[in-house]
């Protein structure tokens, strides 16, 4: 894409040099529909860009991102006002229309150009408010200084009408009106400014799509410079600055859309990181721990293994199975209802502790990947610890909806034990810290005798 770019501008640079050698190249077209055409193009490129920017504004919220949105807002607005003004000849007013054509190109030169050299270091509160303001503020602005400039320059501006105003009968001549040669050379000056700068930065960051916006600053340049020194004899029409001006927007929008492109891009490959070093996680806290435990038992026993050591290494196992299928289940990322896999995991915990399960499960919740493991972990731990610990032959399951939040209930009627006395197992501070990792709560209550539930609230 840097290549591209590259040559877009080295054959515009040709391009634009040929029409200075070559007056006679020069391209021009007398036509009212052609001349609303490009300018809607025109209009609706820079509203796209604009949008494209203000995404990248939103993620980064920088002032070097909002000056540029700011910049784009205002070619927008001046484009649809030159569709206005083709629409309406009659009823709009020439005069302050062209003070605010010439006042808004040169406010979004200027913020185009800052836009270049503004460090993005520092990042905006509510960058979407802001640009609001911002845009109101400026066009606020461009129209207030319209005014005051028809007001007290009136005849300079009634001059210049007969240069810009689309229904004049010839084309703009900078060089019968020095303030419009001077307003156009400033332009192309800063436009200039902004690709040096844009390109100076886009070398140093490696950001391409500030590449993009260096060579839709040097067609501006080539645009301005074309309206300064070779008008076009027809004011309703299209000629070779409108040309370099269409292709400034579309300089623009190439960029934008490479920039939305290579956002998506960074993030799927985030998404697949985070996905790899969750996987990671998971096999090393289960699968690697329950392997680990079987190997040091294993080295540790000479001789013959006694009842005890055999029951502890075949929990083991069955532990190390079931966190094997739940890797490969998350990998396999099977899309099913919450309560469905809700039930399978449980009734697999079930049979191998030889527990009856009632299950109360509301069919169709849905929730996100992480919600759904960490509530199908807590269950499958509640479900052990029952079987183990209890004495119950029964568990109790419910899942319901409470407001945004899924609730499990896993009840039991078994012996029971104090909350208050610290475990020495890892299974309950496993349970808190699952509900915890997904912004949810877990409560524990059991009395003696009685029996105990768990409560996560996800």
């Not at 205002?74 to 309406?88: D, G, H, T, W």
């Not at 030169?109 to 109101?136: E, K, Y």
Request: proline share 3%.
């Amino acid at each position: 894409m840097r290549a591209v770019a590259v040559a877009a501008v080295l054959v515009w640079g040709v391009a634009g040099l040929a029409l200075a050698v070559l007056p006679q190249m020069q391209f021009a077209h007398q036509g009212l529909a052609l001349h609303v055409s490009l300018e809607t193009a025109a209009s609706l490129i820079a509203l796209l860009a604009g949008f494209l920017v203000f995404g990248r504004l939103r993620r980064h919220g920088g002032v070097n991102d909002l000056l540029l949105a700011c910049a784009l807002a205002v070619f927008a607005l001046l484009n649809i006002c030159l569709l206005a003004m083709s629409a309406f000849p009659q009823t709009l007013p020439k005069d302050l229309m062209v003070w605010v054509l010439l006042i808004g190109r040169s406010l979004g030169a200027v913020l185009f150009a800052l836009a270049a050299f503004t460090p993005g270091r520092h990042r905006l509160w509510r960058p979407g408010l802001t640009l609001v303001i911002s845009v109101t503020a400026e066009s606020v602005l461009i129209l207030l200084v319209a005014v005051v400039f028809n007001k007290y320059a009136g005849s300079l501006a009634h001059r210049l009408v007969l240069a810009l105003a689309p229904d004049s009968p010839k084309g703009p001549e900078p060089t019968e009106h020095p303030a419009l040669l001077i307003f156009l050379l400033l332009t192309a000056a800063l436009y200039c400014t902004a690709a040096a700068g844009f390109f100076n930065r886009s070398r140093r960051l490696r950001d391409e799509f500030l590449l993009w916006l260096a060579v839709s600053a040097v067609l501006a340049v080539f645009s301005h410079l074309n309206y300064s020194f070779y008008p076009s004899p027809y004011a309703q029409g299209v000629h070779t600055g409108d040309i370099f001006r269409l292709c400034f927007y579309t300089a623009l929008l190439i960029g934008s859309m490479w920039e939305i492109s290579s956002y998506w891009y960074a993030l799927s490959e985030a998404a697949v990181s985070k996905e790899r070093r969750r996987i990671a996680c998971e096999l090393h806290d289960g699968l690697a721990q329950e392997l680990g435990y079987l190997a040091r038992h294993l080295d540790s026993r000479d001789g013959e293994l006694s009842e005890e050591d055999l029951r502890r290494l075949r929990q083991a196992v069955e532990r190390a199975q079931l966190e094997s299928r739940r890797a490969v289940g998350t990998l396999a990322a099977r899309v099913r209802p919450v309560d469905t896999a809700l039930a399978a995991a449980v009734a697999e915990v079930a049979e191998r502790f030889h527990l009856r399960l009632q299950l109360d499960l509301v069919a169709g919740l849905k929730a996100s990947a992480a919600r759904e493991d960490a509530l199908v972990r807590i269950a499958c731990e509640a479900v052990t610890n029952a079987a183990r610990h209890s004495g119950a032959s029964q568990v109790t399951l419910r899942l319901e909806r409470d407001g945004p939040r899924l609730l499990l209930r896993v009840t039991d009627r078994g012996r029971g034990f104090d909350p208050a006395v610290e475990s020495v197992g890892f299974g309950l501070a496993s349970m808190r810290h699952r509900a915890r990792s997904v912004g949810g709560e877990l409560r524990i209550s059991s009395t003696r005798g009685v029996g105990s539930e768990v409560e996560a609230a996800l």
